[in-house]
C-alpha cells in the first residue's frame, strides 16, 4: 500500500486478506478447538490513523487496519495467492487497456444505499481530482484523462476522467492510457474502494465514522488516540462473513505496553511484537507465537527535495553510507533474528524478486564505504541523523545502523525518535525532512511493481523522498506497457538495480511477522500483508 505504509508505510520495524486472504500461517497448530462466541469481539494492535478515514487519502497501517474491515473493493487475494473477484462479478480486458468491470448484484453500504458502478466511478474521479489533494491520487494516474482533473500545475481542465465510463447501474468500463499488465492487481488496493453518496455530500464527517460495504460496520464514535471498534454487518454479501461479532483496534504509543497486555490476556492480536521481546515472544506465547517471512520491507530513505542531499554527487554518499552497515550482524543482533539482511528493494517473497538488485553496495565493507563518501564530498553537514517513530519498536536497529555508521564511516550519525507515528509521518508527507528517515512498505499488492513504481516513480503518491529520475520512469512505463506479467516483472528489476546508481535510499531488511495472540481466541491466521485474516479470527466462550 503506498504508503505511511501506501503500500502501505508500516508503524512497526500494510491489504485486507479475505476470508482467505493471501497465504497465510500462523493458526493452532493442531490444538483442540474450544467452544466459540459468533458474537464475540477481539482486541487488534494498532497506531492512532494519520488522518481522517478516507481511503484515497489512507496510505498507512494505522488507517489502513481499520479500511480494510470497513471496505471491500472489485477484487481481492484468496489463501493461495490468487486475484479473486470481491464485488466485481468480472473484470475482462483483451489488451491490458480497455476493461468492462461488471459488478454482483445485491452488494450495500452499510447504510443501505446500494453499490452501483458510480459507486466506484464517482468515488475514483474525486479521488483523482488535483483540488481534493488526496495522498493516494497517483493510483489513478494510468487512466485516461488523468492528467485533465489532475494537471502537474494549476485548476483541472474537467472534473471527470474520460477513461471512465458508467454503462449501467452494474457495468461500467476503464480505458487506460497505456496498457498496464498489472491493472487488475492494483484493483486490490484501498484507493479503489468504492464510496456511497453521503461521503460526497460530507467528507470530513465521513472520515470520522465511515460508512463502508465491508464485513464490518462501525460500532460507535472513534476514541481518538484511544482505540476504534468495529461490528460485524448483518447485511455483508462477501463470502468472507466474519466468525466473530467485532473488532476493537486499540492505539498504542509504546509497543512494549502492547507486548505486556498480549501476555496477560489483555490484547488478543500482535501483528509485530517488539525488538525486546523477539527472545522471549515464542516461550511466552508458546503455540500461539507466529514466525514467518511477509511482503515487506525497512529502509532508510533520503531527503532528495533537499539541496544539498540532491546533488548527484551524493549518489557516491549515500552507496558509502550503505556499505558502511553490517546488515547480516544487526539482524541477529539487534533484531535477534527477527528480519533478514535486504539484498535490494523487493523482499524475497514477493512475485518478481531478484537476487542483490542492490549489487556490492548493500554488502559490508568499511573502506570502499569511507572511499565513495569522500568521493561524493561527504554527507551534507558533516553529520547525519535517522527518523523514527518510537511507537513502533525501531529504537534498536535505527541506533545500531548509526553505530555503525559512525564506527564504519567515520560519519556522527544520531538516531532521533519522534514520539508517534502520526507526527513521523506528517512531517515525512510534508516534505520537511532534512536527513535520512525510517522507511517500511507492506505490498500493496505482491508484485514486484508495487515496491517499485510506487515508491521511485516521479510524482507517485508514496514517494516520500521526492526522487525524480526520468529514464527511471521511462523504463517502468515500458514495464507497465508489457503484454504479460512475466515481461514486466522482468522490466522492473532492471529498474530495480538501477535504483543503486542514485540510491535514493537504503535498503536495510526484508521484515517477518512476528505475531502473538492472546488465550482469548483461536484460528489466528497470518498473510503475506503481515495482518491477521480478521474474519476467521474465533473468539472463545
Not at 454503462?167 to 487488475?184: A, D, G, N, Q
Amino acid at each position: 500500500m503506498r504508503g505511511a505504509q501506501s503500500a502501505k508505510w508500516v508503524a512497526m520495524a500494510a491489504v485486507v486478506a479475505l476470508a482467505a486472504t493471501a497465504c497465510g500461517g500462523g493458526g493452532d497448530k493442531g490444538d483442540s478447538k474450544a467452544a466459540v462466541d459468533p458474537n464475540g469481539v477481539y482486541t487488534y494492535d494498532d497506531v492512532e490513523p494519520q488522518n481522517p478515514l478516507i481511503p484515497t487519502n489512507t496510505n498507512e497501517v494505522g488507517g489502513h487496519y481499520i479500511l480494510a474491515n470497513l471496505f471491500r473493493g472489485l477484487v481481492g487475494y484468496d489463501v493461495k495467492g490468487n486475484l479473486v473477484n470481491q464485488v466485481a462479478q468480472s473484470v475482462e480486458s483483451p489488451d491490458n487497456q480497455n476493461f468492462t468491470v461488471k459488478l454482483k448484484p445485491g452488494w450495500k453500504f452499510h447504510n443501505g444505499e446500494e453499490v452501483t458502478s458510480n459507486s466506484f466511478v464517482d468515488a475514483w474521479n474525486w479521488a483523482a481530482n488535483v483540488k481534493n489533494a488526496q495522498l493516494n491520487s497517483s493510483w489513478f494516474a494510468d487512466i485516461e484523462g488523468y492528467d485533465e482533473v489532475h494537471p502537474e500545475k494549476g485548476d483541472p481542465k474537467a472534473d471527470k476522467m474520460s477513461g471512465l465510463k458508467v454503462k449501467s447501474p452494474t457495468e461500467f468500463t476503464i480505458k487506460l492510457s497505456h496498457p498496464v499488465s498489472t491493472f487488475k492487481d492494483r484493483l486490490f488496493y484501498d484507493a479503489f474502494y468504492p464510496l456511497p453518496k453521503a461521503f460526497f455530500k460530507d467528507p470530513k464527517k465521513f472520515g470520522e465514522a465511515p460508512i463502508g460495504n465491508g464485513p464490518y460496520e462501525v460500532d460507535g464514535k472513534w476514541e481518538h488516540k484511544v482505540q476504534f471498534k468495529v461490528k460485524k454487518y448483518a447485511g455483508y454479501k462477501g463470502t468472507d462473513k466474519p466468525k466473530n461479532g467485532g473488532i476493537t483496534f486499540k492505539f498504542y504509543n509504546k509497543e512494549e505496553s502492547a507486548y505486556n497486555d498480549l501476555v496477560s490476556d489483555k490484547l488478543d492480536i500482535m501483528y509485530q511484537v517488539p525488538p525486546s521481546a523477539v527472545n522471549v515472544y515464542k516461550t511466552d506465547l508458546g503455540d500461539r507465537s507466529v514466525d514467518q517471512m511477509y511482503g515487506g520491507n525497512t529502509a532508510i530513505a533520503f531527503p532528495m527535495y533537499d539541496k544539498a542531499w540532491g546533488k548527484p554527487e551524493k549518489a557516491k554518499v549515500r552507496q558509502g553510507l550503505s556499505m558502511a552497515i553490517d546488515r547480516e550482524t544487526i539482524a541477529k543482533t539487534a533484531l535477534k533474528g527477527s528480519k533478514d539482511a535486504a539484498d535490494g528493494w523487493t523482499p524475497k517473497v514477493v512475485d518478481g524478486y531478484k537476487p542483490n538488485a542492490c549489487g556490492e553496495y548493500c554488502k559490508f565493507n568499511p573502506s570502499k564505504a569511507k572511499q565513495l563518501i569522500k568521493e561524493g564530498g561527504g554527507v551534507p553537514g558533516g553529520k547525519m541523523t535517522i527518523a523514527y517513530n518510537a511507537d513502533g519498536g525501531n529504537k534498536e536497529w535505527s541506533e545500531a545502523v548509526c553505530n555503525d555508521i559512525k564506527q564504519n564511516a567515520g560519519v556522527p550519525c544520531v538516531a532521533e525518535p519522534r514520539a508517534t507515528f502520526q507526527q513521523l509521518r506528517t512531517e515525512i508527507t510534508d516534505k520537511k525532512m532534512n536527513s535520512a528517515f525510517r522507511m517500511a512498505w507492506v505490498q500493496d499488492f505482491p508484485n514486484i511493481s508495487n515496491f517499485i513504481s510506487e515508491q521511485y516513480r516521479t510524482g507517485a503518491g508514496a514517494n516520500d523522498s521526492g526522487f525524480s529520475d526520468k529514464k527511471l520512469d521511462k523504463l517502468m512505463e515500458e514495464a507497465d506497457k508489457a503484454k504479460t506479467i512475466e515481461e514486466s516483472n522482468k522490466l522492473y528489476a532492471e529498474a530495480e538495480a538501477k535504483l543503486k546508481d542514485t540510491m535514493p535510499s537504503i535498503p536495510l531488511f526484508f521484515d517477518h511477522t512476528n505475531a502473538g495472540y492472546s488465550k482469548n481466541v483461536q484460528n489466528v491466521k497470518f498473510d503475506t500483508f503481515r495482518q491477521a485474516i480478521w474474519t476467521e479470527v474465533e473468539v472463545k466462550k
